[in-house]
Nanobody, 122 residues
Framework: QVQLVESGGGLVHPGGSLRLSCAAS????????MGWFRQEPGKEREFVAS????????YYADSVKGRFTIFRDGAKNTVYLQMNSLELEDTAVYYC???????????????WGQGTQVTVSS
């Protein structure tokens, strides 16, 4: 069993930056791929970024390429999402997830955090 806890959300102006963290506990998440998803009210949860267990392969949604970076620290059992050049459309609840393989598909992740709110507003 893996527990995931996100942090780092908040209110930021357009063009600003935030770094989200997702700390895993309960057991090591070695071997798990990690993903970030986001969800706006009334909309479906959507893929943002994912990273393999070793960190060597990363995928990004087209909407965040060049602005967001996913990376992980195995020693700290933590995965991060560095978000730069934030836009109004990035406002959402951000969730991290762990699964057996990196994927853009929600159903392929086994464990989810509770989410952290990111609000981009002028």
């Amino acid at each position: 069993q893996v527990q995931l806890v996100e942090s780092g959300g908040g209110l930021v102006h357009p063009g600003g930056s935030l770094r989200l963290s997702c700390a895993a506990s309960g057991r090591t998440f070695s071997g798990y791929a990690m993903g970030w998803f986001r969800q706006e009210p009334g909309k479906e949860r959507e893929f943002v970024a994912s990273i393999t267990w070793g960190g060597g392969i990363r995928y990004y949604a087209d909407s965040v390429k060049g602005r967001f970076t996913i990376f992980r620290d195995g020693a700290k059992n933590t995965v991060y999402l560095q978000m730069n050049s934030l836009e109004l459309e990035d406002t959402a609840v951000y969730y991290c997830a762990a699964g057996p393989a990196t994927s853009t598909v929600i159903e392929e992740y086994d464990y989810w955090g509770q989410g952290t709110q990111v609000t981009v507003s002028s």
